[in-house]
């Protein structure tokens, strides 16, 4: 089995976010089935944009947007 990590809104902020303005959460996948891929992330985007958005449009438990490079 393979894991998979998100990045979870945990609370909104307001000024500079800290560690506990996040969670990580785990979770095992299931194996992949015919046509599907599994892709391991690289680098992973944190971007002014971020901000605003979660506010408008997140709520605490979603799990954070951006993009990511991908192999």
Same mark, same amino acid.
């Given at each position: +089995?393979?894991? =998979?990590? %998100?990045? &979870?809104? =945990?609370?909104?902020?307001? !000024? ?7 969670? /990580?959460?785990?979770?095992?996948? @299931? $194996?992949?089935?015919? !046509? $599907?891929? &599994?892709?391991? =992330?690289?680098? /992973? %985007?944190?971007? @002014?944009? +971020?901000?605003?958005? %979660?506010? /408008?449009? +997140?709520?605490?438990?979603? *799990? +954070?947007? !951006?993009?990511? *490079? =991908?192999?």
């Amino acid at each position: +089995m393979v894991q =998979a990590k %998100s990045w &979870i809104l =945990a609370k909104h902020f307001d !000024g500079f976010p800290k560690d506990s303005d996040f969670k /990580l959460k785990v979770e095992e996948l @299931p $194996e992949p089935k015919d !046509g $599907e891929v &599994i892709l391991e =992330a690289v680098f /992973l %985007s944190v971007d @002014p944009y +971020m901000r605003p958005f %979660s506010k /408008l449009y +997140m709520k605490e438990g979603d *799990v +954070m947007i !951006g993009t990511q *490079v =991908a192999k």
